[in-house]
């Protein structure tokens, strides 16, 4: 039997403001969380600018390619709102005067008292023999438009608009395209391992694999390892996403911190209630991330003690009691100065577990025995002190944020 497969879509955002740092294509991703839902399976992503003829051509490939194609922005009144003009090129159908959605519109600017501009004409436009989805939140109204059995959507780009047209005018016509199929996801996030690391371990297990297909992705917090199945039912789909779950949590074990979209700070907090555990925090280079994580969880007062941010190294002697000639003939980067913060903010705060950070963040105040990135990272506990040696790569921020993974992954560990 031929496996099913879901059908393929492509979105388009136009708009020469999306390719500049200052404006995010957030309705792409929303799109797509939509799609997915419908069973319908998002393959590429464009942002185009204002530009006809480039649109007209990225139009023409994408119905190519993809059963359905969505295209959000460019259908305002002004002359770089081209989307209308570039669809009419691409399908070779022509633009007619929509009488009804003329009155709309006119009606709209009565409402607040206007009278409707003559540019705001062009927005009553619409491709011959397109279905018109009307605009409850503005002026520009969408088409829907089957062109030689492919769904083109054309979407205002106002992300209110856009929204309440998709939900009300498109879902219902896009449901029958789907053929029944739908696509979930499932997310499995793991601390204290590398991606290649990940990869190494399961790889031969996810290539056994068509559907759910597996994707490996490093952030910054953690490896997170995306499953996305497709079927005909949801337990169908459920049944694909549970048994490779299942295969790749016993390849790597406790390591996979949760399945059901939690951070790592959610599942340390947990655990620490779990087992009465108390937790403090010392922190030099991260500046107190560690600790706005773990208070970032509601009820995180229950089993956080506090944190000390320690930056210098007269900081380090009067709040933690770091010795002074330890901080002389290690440095402040050091597994000794890492263990003995970690030791003394356990002691101070009255904690169970204290956790310390100390390294080099930069761009300055490397060297070559301690380059830009190097990072030790201390915990302690009543039964033992221990210290682990990183090097992170990226830029200040990055390795901060690094630096604070790793420390809660360490702490995670310790709580198993």
Same mark, same amino acid.
């Given at each position: 039997?031929?496996?099913?497969?879901?059908?393929?879509?492509?979105?388009?955002?136009?708009?020469?403001?999306?390719?500049?740092?200052?404006?995010?294509?957030?309705?792409?991703?929303?799109?797509?969380?939509?799609?997915?839902?419908?069973?319908?399976?998002? /393959?590429?992503?464009?942002?185009?600018?204002?530009?006809?003829?480039?649109?007209?051509?990225?139009?023409?490939?994408?119905?190519?390619?993809?059963?359905?194609?969505?295209?959000?922005?460019?259908?305002?009144?002004?002359?770089?709102?081209?989307?209308?003009?570039?669809?009419?090129?691409?399908?070779?159908? &022509?633009?007619?005067?929509?009488?009804?959605?003329?009155?709309?519109?006119?009606?709209?600017?009565?409402?607040?008292?206007?009278?409707?501009?003559?540019?705001?004409? !062009?927005?009553?436009?619409?491709?011959?023999?397109?279905?018109?989805?009307?605009?409850?939140?503005?002026?520009?109204?969408?088409?829907?438009?089957?062109?030689?059995?492919?769904?083109?959507?054309?979407?205002?780009?106002?992300?209110?608009?856009?929204?309440?047209?998709?939900?009300? $005018?498109? /879902?219902?016509?896009? $449901?029958?395209?789907?053929?029944?199929?739908?696509?979930?996801?499932?997310?499995?996030?793991?601390?204290?391992? @590398?991606? @290649?690391?990940?990869?190494?371990?399961?790889?031969?297990?996810?290539?056994?694999?068509?559907?759910?297909?597996?994707?490996?992705?490093?952030?910054?917090?953690?490896?997170?390892?995306?499953?996305? *199945?497709?079927?005909?039912?949801?337990?169908?789909?459920? *049944?694909?996403?549970?048994?490779?779950?299942?295969?790749?949590?016993?390849?790597?074990?406790?390591?996979?911190?949760?399945?059901?979209?939690?951070?790592?700070?959610?599942?340390?907090?947990?655990?620490?209630?779990?087992?009465?555990?108390?937790?403090?925090?010392?922190?030099?280079?991260?500046?107190?991330?560690?600790?706005?994580?773990?208070?970032?969880?509601?009820?995180?007062?229950?089993?956080?003690?506090?944190?000390?941010?320690?930056? @210098?190294?007269?900081?380090?002697?009067?709040?933690?009691?770091?010795?002074?000639?330890?901080?002389?003939?290690?440095?402040? /980067?050091?597994?000794?100065?890492?263990?003995?913060?970690? !030791?003394?903010?356990?002691? @101070?705060?009255?904690?169970?577990?204290?956790?310390?950070?100390?390294? /080099?963040?930069? &761009?300055?105040?490397?060297?070559?025995?301690?380059?830009?990135?190097?990072?030790?990272?201390?915990?302690?506990?009543?039964?033992?002190?221990?210290?682990? !040696?990183?090097?992170?790569?990226?830029?200040?921020?990055?390795?901060?944020?690094?630096?604070?993974?790793?420390?809660?992954?360490?702490?995670?560990?310790?709580?198993?």
């Amino acid at each position: 039997m031929r496996p099913i497969r879901p059908r393929r879509a492509e979105i388009i955002a136009v708009g020469s403001e999306l390719l500049t740092p200052f404006r995010v294509d957030t309705n792409s991703l929303w799109l797509t969380e939509r799609l997915n839902a419908l069973g319908i399976e998002v /393959v590429v992503k464009m942002i185009v600018g204002d530009d006809e003829s480039l649109l007209e051509r990225l139009v023409r490939e994408a119905l190519t390619r993809s059963e359905v194609i969505v295209m959000t922005g460019g259908l305002g009144p002004t002359e770089d709102d081209v989307t209308r003009k570039a669809l009419s090129r691409a399908l070779s159908r &022509p633009l007619v005067l929509d009488e009804q959605v003329l009155e709309r519109i006119r009606a709209r600017f009565a409402r607040r008292g206007l009278a409707m501009p003559k540019i705001n004409e !062009r927005q009553a436009l619409v491709l011959e023999g397109a279905v018109v989805l009307e605009n409850r939140h503005g002026t520009a109204p969408g088409m829907f438009v089957d062109h030689e059995g492919r769904a083109l959507v054309v979407l205002p780009g106002p992300p209110t608009e856009m929204q309440a047209m998709f939900e009300s $005018e498109v /879902v219902p016509l896009l $449901e029958p395209l789907a053929g029944g199929v739908k696509i979930r996801r499932r997310t499995l996030r793991v601390a204290g391992l @590398s991606e @290649s690391a990940v990869d190494q371990a399961i790889a031969p297990i996810y290539t056994q694999y068509a559907n759910p297909q597996t994707t490996i992705l490093a952030t910054t917090g953690g490896i997170e390892i995306h499953l996305t *199945a497709s079927g005909v039912t949801e337990e169908e789909i459920e *049944a694909r996403l549970d048994e490779l779950s299942d295969r790749i949590e016993q390849a790597l074990g406790a390591r996979v911190f949760t399945t059901r979209g939690e951070s790592l700070e959610e599942v340390i907090g947990r655990l620490a209630l779990t087992k009465g555990y108390t937790i403090a925090v010392a922190e030099s280079v991260t500046g107190g991330l560690i600790a706005k994580r773990l208070t970032d969880v509601p009820g995180s007062s229950q089993y956080f003690r506090g944190g000390i941010t320690a930056y @210098s190294d007269e900081a380090k002697c009067a709040l933690l009691g770091v010795p002074a000639d330890m901080l002389a003939t290690h440095g402040a /980067v050091s597994a000794e100065v890492a263990e003995a913060m970690a !030791r003394r903010v356990k002691e @101070s705060l009255g904690a169970t577990v204290g956790v310390a950070v100390t390294g /080099v963040a930069g &761009p300055g105040g490397g060297t070559s025995e301690k380059p830009v990135g190097l990072v030790f990272i201390g915990l302690a506990d009543d039964v033992h002190v221990e210290s682990h !040696r990183h090097w992170f790569p990226g830029d200040r921020a990055r390795i901060r944020e690094l630096a604070a993974q790793a420390a809660l992954a360490l702490l995670y560990e310790r709580l198993l």
